[in-house]
């Protein structure tokens, strides 16, 4: 399966210069790139530089809202095109969207169309923050501080020009989304193997488990602008039921849709205990859980990272209580009438089992 | 309703008002039931009765309905409560896996 990265942030924040450092770079050789640009002529695509085995497809129009279904067909058309040999074998794809592009609707568009199942695989998603002007754009554009929020890793450009990066714009990515390593492009510069490395499965985990996200849990009152963008993490020593989990996150997409920006998680389950689940979501939509072999590190607790707009943490964490306390009195109940206790949901059976 | 699931409803409920910026109150009655009051809206909660294939019962402007969990109870309360609540959004399970396998 082909990793698809996406790369955002807003406009002017050198995603285009970026893309043309790694471009340029023997590691990123056979990269097939999407540029998406807002406006009836395009213009970033001539300022890209592919080698040889690398290419460049542009789309104009807004990414996010109409023209979703393009971006399907467009991956789906070079994936044609690469099985045919009618273009280089690329290795993988990257989307540079539009500055002004929400990013999670093209997440959700990369989880869930048919077209594509089976094909890719969601790498992934790059921010870039300008140094110079990334402070005001954050305070002035929600969609920035979205774009932050939903990445995986942050790089700080034109920190040459602002002579480092302001404590103030440090303060509010980690407030926005600590969890994301940052790293800085000098001169558009980056390393390439830092970024885009489709770590996937083990740098979800390995995210969840060396504890970044607990600089959330000291700062998460203190923090709460952008928008009502914040992150907190949900920690439970015990066990959590699979149907409390899919009650959890049923009741979730329900009230808070594209307020729930982002969910990942490390789980035990406690049908499954020796293995944990690993959970990823954007929004309302959720991939299968995946399920690591063994657990990355002593630390057995469940751990669920949320990044959220607008939604008490309190709530989330008296909804999982509820659910939890209710599962496990029918569980009792059924224990008690001497039957086994139904396991309701499919997605999450150990796929060994 | 075993004394864990009465308290973590309540705190559910109460949460849920402030989450959803409605300004109202929880209460708990000495039979176990709760009865939310928000605006013109008195809503009450209370276990179902055995015989019936549900959990919990919601009476709202004296219509009784049936609720299978705590999610279901939810749903039926924000209805109640918030004009503009749709409950339209539900689990979508992504046709790509997280990695590759």
């Known amino acids: 399966m082909i990793p698809v990265a996406v790369l955002t942030g807003f406009l002017g924040s050198g995603k285009t210069t970026l893309l043309s450092h790694l471009l340029r770079q023997p590691e990123f050789a056979r990269t097939a790139v999407l540029i998406n640009e807002f406006g009836e002529v395009g213009l970033d695509h001539e300022l890209v530089e592919a080698s040889d085995d690398s290419f460049i497809e542009l789309s104009t129009g807004c990414l996010c809202c109409k023209v979703r279904s393009d971006l399907a067909r467009t991956i789906d058309d070079i994936l044609c095109r690469r099985e045919c040999a009618k273009l280089p074998p690329f290795d993988r794809i990257v989307i540079e ?34 140094a110079v002007n990334g402070l005001d754009t954050l305070e002035r554009e929600e969609v920035s501080a979205k774009q932050v929020a939903l990445a995986d890793h942050l790089v700080l450009t034109k920190s040459d020009l602002a002579n480092g990066a302001q404590p103030q714009l440090l303060d509010r990515l980690a407030a926005l989304n600590s969890g994301a390593p940052l790293l800085y492009a000098h001169h558009g510069k980056i390393e390439p193997q830092s970024i885009f490395d489709a770590g996937g499965l083990e740098s979800r985990a390995k995210f969840l488990d060396d504890g970044t996200w607990l600089v959330n849990e000291a700062c998460e009152h203190s923090h709460d602008r952008h928008a009502g963008i914040k992150t907190f993490a949900l920690v439970r020593e015990a066990p959590i039921r699979a149907v409390a989990l899919t009650l959890l996150l049923e009741a979730l997409a329900e009230h808070c849709g594209a307020d729930l920006l982002r969910l990942k998680a490390i789980v035990q389950i406690a049908e499954y205990p020796e293995k944990p689940a690993v959970l990823h979501g954007v929004q309302h ?30 709530w989330v964490e008296a909804l999982l209580d509820a659910v939890e306390a209710e599962v496990a009195e029918v569980e009792e109940a059924e224990t008690h009438q001497n039957r086994r206790p139904a396991r309701r949901h499919a997605a999450m059976r150990d796929p060994d089992h | 309703m075993s004394d864990s699931l009465q ?41 179902a009765p055995k015989h019936l294939p549900f959990r919990w019962m919601v009476t709202t402007a004296g219509r009784k309905r049936g609720a299978l969990s705590v999610v279901a109870v939810l749903r039926q309360l924000r209805t109640a409560l918030d004009p503009g609540y749709v409950p339209s959004n539900r689990v979508r399970i992504a046709v790509s896996p997280q990695v590759a396998s």
């Open chain 2, 7 to 47: 308290d973590s409803l309540y705190e559910l409920l109460v949460e849920s008002l402030a989450a959803w910026r409605i300004a109202g109150s929880v209460d708990r009655a000495a039979d176990g039931s709760f009865l939310v009051r928000a605006g013109a809206n008195d809503i009450r909660i209370e276990r």
């Open chain 1, 97 to 130: 969207t539009s500055g002004l592009a929400d990013p999670a609707p093209i997440l959700q568009t990369l989880m869930t169309d048919v077209k594509l199942a089976g094909r890719i695989v969601l790498g992934d998603v790059v921010a870039t923050v300008d």
């Open chain 1, 285 to 314: 939509v959720f991939h299968p859980p995946a399920w690591l072999k063994r657990w990355p590190s002593g630390e057995r607790r469940s751990r669920l990272v949320f990044i959220t707009r607008r939604i008490p943490r309190a």
